[in-house]
């Protein structure tokens, strides 16, 4: 299982930005963070058209530099990183303006994001791992002015559920917490896990264990602020299907196994079983919670799924499917005492309608929209011809 962490640091510095699609330094600042005149780029320049829409789709409209040329001087020298391809720079730019930036812009027009987006997207080829936690950093914001974003060389532009795994709800949950820096978020939503979260610890939590404590995500278990930034980027990007499945994991018991301590590997539901086929008292579980790779039928494809784990090997990614195997079993199945106490599936349903409330009132957006459009925006990437029509945005360039 791969761990995810996010990174967000507090200092909030007011900069302004060079006006370039390759990443500045300190001299290029002006007085303002608005740029008076663009940069004229060279048209014989293997990179022109790409700069040139650049320009027009972030750095026109929404004084956002996009910085794929990436220099030393924006990144953290403990990690050991490589710039993005060119090809790769071009998918995940057309990328995010389709599945971030459009999508906002369809809810609250042009204006929301000129003013709130970060000012920077800055991208890495590479993953940076944090050796110490065992955890791989997909994003890191800092300070409402710039948001990184790594591992850009293992796109797969066609697979929404790996590009959402891995770049885009993380996009979402640093713009959650940029939104959040300017105005609170209501306190009531850090009084509902008071005593559940664990900052050192929560790559080592299983996501059946932390759905059943009210968490969304083992990362949302963390801290308060990642919590309800996870909580916004979750609701937005996961397919109805994916969202049921956890919010059903959370309505029941987990066992952690018979190392306490270890609480990678969660259990949901058990049943007795002996040679002889007569019950017996030793125990066999089952319905493992997984947040892993799973080949997906449908889309052909290997992609990263949220599922359940049986015995027989089945992997069951759909809560009607869950429920069946239980109640077809020729074997009796028990659930798990739900021995935290708590009601997870009310915890996390709360936890969405504060962010929900708090959106509309702080921004005036309304959440359950925002999230029917990305969701239908990401739906059309299973047809090719979606990336091959954002790519030709750029090849239209004069």
Known sequence: MKYIKYLLTSAVVAVSLPAFTACGNDDDFTDTIFPTDEEVLDPSSYSYKFDKWLQQSFLTPYNLEFCYKMEDVETDMNYNLVPATFDNSIDIAVLTKYLWFDAYDELTGTEFLKTNAPRKIHIVGSPAYNIETGSMILGLAEGGIKVSLFRVNELEVNNFYNLNEFYFRTMHHEFSHILH???????????????????????????????????????????????????????????????????WCAGHGWYAGEDEKNQKEAYCYYYYKSDDDRESDKKTYALEFKDGYIYDSELKQVCRKVYLYTPEGRELTKVEDVENWINTRSFPVYPVEDVDRKDGKEIMIQKVNIARQWLADAWNIDLDKLREIVQKRQNTLTDPNTIIGLRKQVEAVQ
């Open 181 to 247: 820096q300017k105005k609170s978020y209501p306190v009531e939503f850090n009084q509902l896990n008071v005593g559940n979260y664990d900052d050192n610890n929560w790559q080592d939590r299983n996501g059946g264990l932390v759905a059943s404590l009210g968490f969304v995500t083992p990362y949302a278990s963390s801290q308060f602020r990642e919590d309800f930034a996870e909580t916004i980027a979750n609701y937005i990007t996961r397919t109805p299907e994916q969202y049921d499945l956890i919010l």
